[in-house]
C-alpha cells in the first residue's frame, strides 16, 4: 500500500485562462505519466484533489488511466499553503490514495512525513510526475519508495 502525491500537470497563464487549467503540454505529459503508471499496474484506491481546475483536469486524467473514474473527490486542506501536518494526521499508506494538489504544499508534505519537519527539502516535484511514499509502521516513519517524472534531467 502507498501514498501518491502528485503535483497538476503544467497550466495556462492567468491572463490566458484567468482559472488557470491545464495547458496542452501539461494535459500530454500528465496524459503520459498517467499512461505509464497503468502500464506498471500501479493501484490506487481513490484519488483527492484540491479544488483547483488544473488539479482537478489532472486528477481526472489519472482517475480514467488508471480506471477509477468514481473515485475522484476534491478534498480540503490540499491547497498551496495549506497546514501538512493537519492533512498528514489523516492519511495512511493502507489508503492507497492519490492527492493531486499544487507546490509548496507537495514538498512541505514529502518533508513533514519523511523527516517530520515541513523545512528540510527531501524532493524536488515536477508537474504531473508522481512521489510513491510508503510507511514503515513498526518505526511510524514514511520513506520514499519510487518516483515517476515527465523529465529526468
Known sequence: MALYLVQHG???AKDIDPQQGLSEEGRA??????????GYSIK???IVHSGKK??????????SALDIPDHVEERPGLKPLDDVAAFAAAVTSNDN???VGHLPFMERMTSYLTTGSTENLV???QNAGILCLDEDTQAKSWYVKWTLMPHIG
Not at 505529459?29 to 497503468?38: G, L, N, Y
Open 10 to 12: 503544467k497550466s495556462l
Open 29 to 38: 505529459e500528465a496524459e503520459r505519466i498517467a499512461s505509464v503508471a497503468k
Open 44 to 46: 490506487v484506491s481513490g
Open 54 to 63: 488544473r488539479a482537478l483536469q489532472t486528477a481526472e486524467i489519472f482517475a
Open 97 to 99: 490514495l492519490m492527492l
Open 123 to 125: 524532493f524536488k516535484f
